[in-house]
């Protein structure tokens, strides 16, 4: 069965930082695409961030340069630093698998997402 436990959410001050946790069950992230998406009030779900099956990496132009995707294929987890985060970050934050090796394929499972809330 698989399932995917996001951890490491939280409130942070503007330019602050977290790293979000993605845990996964029930297959190995070293076989699939990975990656997170995010969900602000009233606003459609939005692509972050995702990392191929090898490690290739592809962000949204409104978070390149400040978060970065990793995996760890022997702990079997995915995680997001952010960086310089500012209150437009302020969302619910989402892991996902991919059927395939990266974004190009369909997303078949999610988490239960991480609140992230950036405030002074």
């Known amino acids: 069965q698989v399932q995917l436990v996001e951890s490491g959410g939280g409130v942070v001050q503007p330019g602050g930082s977290l790293r979000l946790s993605c845990a996964a069950s029930g297959f190995t992230v070293s076989s699939y695409g990975m990656g997170w998406y995010r969900q602000a009030p009233g606003k459609q779900r939005e692509f972050v961030a995702a990392i191929t099956q090898s490690g290739r990496t592809n962000y949204a132009d409104s978070v390149t340069g400040r978060f970065t995707i990793s995996k760890d294929n022997s702990e079997n987890e995915v995680y997001l630093q952010l960086n310089n985060l500012n209150s437009e970050d302020t969302a619910v934050y989402y892991c996902?698998?991919?059927?395939?090796?990266?974004?190009?394929?369909?997303?078949?499972?999610w988490g239960q997402g991480t609140q992230v809330t950036v405030s002074s």
């Open positions: 996902l698998k991919f059927s395939g090796l990266s974004w190009t394929s369909s997303r078949d499972y």
